[in-house]
């Protein structure tokens, strides 16, 4: 057993995070998919939608032809919808609300449409919004993620300066560092942040992070408002004996390192254990496999029935060999020479449901070992706690309190995204730049 890189050859790498949800080949394929739909007239899709959008009217104007109408109805409700079209859980949202499901036919196919018009608009760079007038207004986003771009476009259409604070060298956030590779390529994630800014009134600033290079009190000081989307952060603490050993990694690291440094310079074992079923653990479990691990467990202290991925998400994560343990939460990580060797997990059962409403689990006192040489921890993520605090916003174990409109406890500052409800889905952090976009509008007075 071993942890090393170079596990594959060029081409096995390439083929292994290859495009998982291929698009359509061409009009006539789009065209005749589209046509397929029967235009609901309460449109289930749209409302399933967190950014909602009109999903009938984008899928009418691709059956008639008008690309580049279905690109401008899709990206006034969500300016990342070509990111979306590949990345959302599409299955419990538009697809998943689809009358077909409900005739036992396959549901429209609505990302592949979605994601037809928008690569076209994307890749031919399409105009489709104009900035009003500058106002003379300045706010400040922190983070250039999904909810921080969403932000800066609504506030740059209506003629407000904005500059982006980011501490990475470039932007779309976990679109660009954290989501797998095989569902959306860094290329597409660059191509989609300069579609973005291409409507202008939004300067970047990279390698720039609040707390550190600059403080939220300066910038609060040098604009008129100042929207927070930083994101969550680390992987959560384990807390158990052997946390500390060389091969125990945090899945965040894990899969940023697969983003930034090329796929064959990523360190993975033979035998891995991904504590958790979240997306994350799904995708640290799937990516660690087609990295060229022999063996990925997945150990889940509750059931299928609480887990927070979706079942497609569980079905890929099978698809690709990985193996799932039910019902077992890790007690300690056993190593030798310093190096992870083994994982001694406890076998709980189901208790009384705690305060996310799912039944608890509750340990029998019975351990079971597993031969491992890494452990990838993907048990939830951690808030930017000592940001949050320092700055005497009002929080909830970390995550930013605000009303529906972004509004803090402090005047001028807004937040949104996963900072403020513990991380959710890239569809939900442009919905939440969208309405703190709202809020920064109204208090401006524009
Ligand atoms: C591994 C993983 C897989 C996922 N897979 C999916 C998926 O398949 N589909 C899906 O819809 N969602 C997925 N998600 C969730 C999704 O990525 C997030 O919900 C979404 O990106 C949140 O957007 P955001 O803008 O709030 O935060 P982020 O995307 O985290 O962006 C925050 C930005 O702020 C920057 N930042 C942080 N602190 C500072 C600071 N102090 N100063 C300056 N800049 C700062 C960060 O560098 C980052 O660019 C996944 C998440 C993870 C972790």
Known sequence: MSISNFKLTTEEYEANFADIHPPFENLTAALVEANRCIFCYDAP????????IDVPKFIKQIATENIKGSAHTIFTSNIMGGGCSKVCPVEKLCEGACV?????????????????????????????????????????????????????HVLSREGIDVTIYEKEAKGGGLMTYGIAAYKVTPEFCEDEVNYILSLGGIDIKYNQEVGKNLSLSELKAQYDAVYLSIGVGLARQLAIPGEDLEGVVDAISFIHDIRCKGYDQVKVGDKVAVIGM????????????????????????R??????????????????GCRIVWLAAPKEVLGEDGHVKQIVCSSMVLGEPDASGRRSPVDTGETFTLDVDMVIKAAGQMPFEALVADNQLANKYGKIVTDSNGVTNINGIFAGGDCVNGGKEVVDAVQAGKDGARGILTYLGS
Do not use: H
């Open 278 to 301: 979240g997306m994350t653990a799904i995708d640290a479990a799937t990516q660690a496999k087609r990295l060229g691990a022999k063996e990925v467990t997945m150990l889940y202290r």
């Open 100 to 152: 077909y499901n409900l005739m036992e036919e396959e549901p429209i196919q609505i990302a592949r449409l979605q994601r037809y018009s928008t690569e076209i608009a994307i890749k031919e760079k399409w105009p489709l919004f104009t900035r009003k007038p500058s106002t003379g207004k300045k706010v400040a986003v922190i983070g250039a993620g999904p909810a921080g771009l969403s932000c800066a």
């Open 45 to 52: 899709c749209m409302k399933s939608c967190p950014t909602s």
């Open 303 to 320: 059931t299928q029935e609480e887990m927070p991925c979706t079942q497609v998400e569980l079905d890929i994560a099978k698809l690709d």
